[in-house]
């Protein structure tokens, strides 16, 4: 069976020790499992901080597990967020079942902030990342929706939308705000990288290699264009 690091994702081999990739020592637990996480900040063409997550799908006899991304973004001009897995999703929601002091202080603030003007829409959306970056998925929803009635061509608003509805585990939603924030930036490769993540997803798995494929082919040197040939590979 094969052995993935649980700190960076790489495929091990039965005679490492240390991962060739992260140099995380190997663990010996049989129980441990088979999906790994990491995060690391990466900038891309867009000029947005991103925060990626690779999980390893194994199919046996279906989809064992589902090979997603995360990333995270602060509260810059733009922001590309990529989906985190179904499974990583429910230990954030245990980790995160209360919000942090200083984020809900944050939160009160920018909510005060867009009460008194509706139209600031810099903190709206910063209100929306914030909400969505705490697991307040539905609430960030609705502060995306509201910024995006006023800023409709905004891609990576829109596919930070589609990302809170992966977390909430309604991928057609997801699916539909990511290919329409493609309608407005058709080179938008982590929006081509979220796709095919989300469709893995949701078993649509030739669709999923199809997005995978677009999103390496529109840079294959970055970081993104990497992670997506990595997912090819794997799955």
Known sequence: MAKFCN?????????????????????????????????????????????????????????????????????????????????????????????????????????????????????????????????LFEAAIQN???????NPADADARVDMGVCYFNLRDYPNAIKEMETALKYVPNHQIAHLNLGVVNLSAGNLAKSKEWLQKAYDLNPTNEIGQKAEQLLKNH
């Open 144 to 150: 995306y929706k509201t910024y995006l009635e006023k």
């Open 7 to 135: 700190q960076c994702g790489s495929k091990l081999e039965a005679h490492h020790k240390f991962c060739p990739e992260c140099g995380a020592k190997i663990s010996n637990n049989k129980n441990s499992k088979s999906v790994s996480v990491t995060k690391q900040n990466i900038s891309d063409a867009d000029g947005k901080t991103l925060n990626p997550i690779i999980i390893y799908g194994i199919l046996a006899g279906g989809i064992a597990a589902i090979v997603i991304i995360l990333l995270s973004s602060g509260m810059l001009s733009s922001s590309s967020r990529v989906v985190n897995s179904v499974n990583q999703n429910e230990q954030q929601s245990e980790t995160n079942s209360g919000v942090n002091l200083n984020s809900l202080q944050t939160i009160n603030e920018l909510e005060e902030k867009v009460k008194q003007n509706p139209e600031d829409q810099q903190s709206l959306l910063e209100l929306a990342h914030l909400k969505n970056d705490s697991g």
